[in-house]
C-alpha cells in the first residue's frame, strides 16, 4: 500500500514513534497496527495537496455524501476526470 496525505503531522508518527505522548499516540498506535496486520508493505509520504487534487476532491465527495449512499461509480466522475487531466497537463509544462 502506498499512503499518500497532505498532513505532516500524520506523516512524522507513522515513520517514528514521535507520537506516543501525544493526546492521539493511540490513535496512532492503532492505524499503525492496522496497517502492519493488513498489508504486507506500506510506504508513507507526504504530498502537498496542491499536487493532489484529484485525491482530495475525492475525498470531499465522500465526506458530503450521506451514509445511504452507494460510492461506487462505472467508470471516473467527470469532476475526477478534469483534474487529474489538468495535473497532467501542468505537470508536462
Not at 499516540?25 to 496542491?50: H, Q, Y
Not at 451514509?67 to 466522475?77: F, H, V
Amino acid at each position: 500500500m502506498i499512503l499518500e496525505t497532505d498532513s505532516l503531522i500524520l506523516t512524522q508518527p507513522m515513520k517514528d514513534n514521535s507520537y506516543r505522548l501525544a493526546m492521539v499516540g493511540g490513535a496512532i498506535l492503532e492505524l499503525k497496527n492496522f496497517i502492519r496486520e493488513n498489508f504486507s508493505f506500506c510506504e508513507i509520504s507526504f504530498v502537498p495537496r496542491s499536487c493532489n487534487k484529484a485525491v482530495d476532491a475525492l475525498a470531499t465527495l465522500g465526506y458530503l455524501c450521506s451514509q445511504e449512499i452507494d460510492l461506487a461509480w462505472n467508470g471516473t466522475p467527470s469532476c475526477i476526470g478534469d483534474l487529474v487531466a489538468n495535473d497532467f497537463a501542468e505537470s508536462l509544462s
